[in-house]
Nanobody
Framework: VQLQASGGGLVQAGGSLGLSCAAS????????MGWFRQAPGQEREFVAA????????HYTDSVKGRFTVSVDNAKNTVNLQMNGLKPEDTAVYYC????????????????WGQGTLVTVSS
């Protein structure tokens, strides 16, 4: 299994970015896919996840209404559209795969991409 995240960059506060995670070695519809982030000096935190198996998405409170997670099965990618970005969204963003029933809680993610840096300037 390989995950390749892309799309990070520098954006001003209030702007938008779209992240993409290309997956190989697995079919996304069979897994729960998550996005996490790690800001400098902080622990990695759960951001959002999508499960086609369960027909559901889940977001951490701080991004609800601003971020949208989706899957493109034709391209086998999971995407994170980020709108209304804030300086506190600055972090390295990672995509990951889970088969755990507690996927909404950020549990059981055992394959990880390499991360893509998002920097939001004020």
């Amino acid at each position: 299994v390989q995950l390749q995240a892309s799309g990070g960059g520098l954006v001003q506060a209030g702007g938008s970015l779209g992240l993409s995670c290309a997956a190989s070695g697995l079919t996304l519809r069979n897994y729960h896919m998550g996005w996490f982030r790690q800001a400098p000096g902080q622990e990695r935190e759960f951001v959002a996840a999508i499960s086609q198996r369960w027909g559901a998405t889940h977001y951490t409170d701080s991004v609800k209404g601003r971020f949208t997670v989706s899957v493109d099965n034709a391209k086998n990618t999971v995407n994170l559209q980020m709108n209304g970005l804030k300086p506190e969204d600055t972090a390295v963003y990672y995509c990951a795969v889970s088969q755990n029933v507690n996927w909404r809680m950020g549990i059981g993610y055992n394959y990880w991409g390499q991360g893509t840096l998002v920097t939001v300037s004020s």
